[in-house]
């Protein structure tokens, strides 16, 4: 997706589809959940999100973003996104 136009969205909050898959500490994926993320920022590399519940920060490049779908008042991003324990931590 363009970097441009998702500069413009930088505050607001998402729902990612599929959802996010965590990781345990043996690379076992846990049950997934829908939760919201909040877009803090959209550097050369990727969209920064974290996770409002799990307080998880990742960065998918813009690669992994293929559109945006507005079904409510929460936005979803649909791509394909992966959070890891390693990635989590940071």
Known sequence: MNRDKLIKNIGCRVQLEPSAVEL????VPTPGRDDEWLIQDAPAEGLRVRNLYT?????????????RAAPGWVRKWVGRFRK??????K
Request: without cysteine; charged residues 25%.
């Open 55 to 67: 307080d998880h920060v990742t960065t998918p490049g813009y690669d992994h973003i293929h559109h």
């Open 84 to 89: 890891n324990a390693e990635e989590s931590a």
């Open 24 to 27: 345990n500490d043996r690379s």
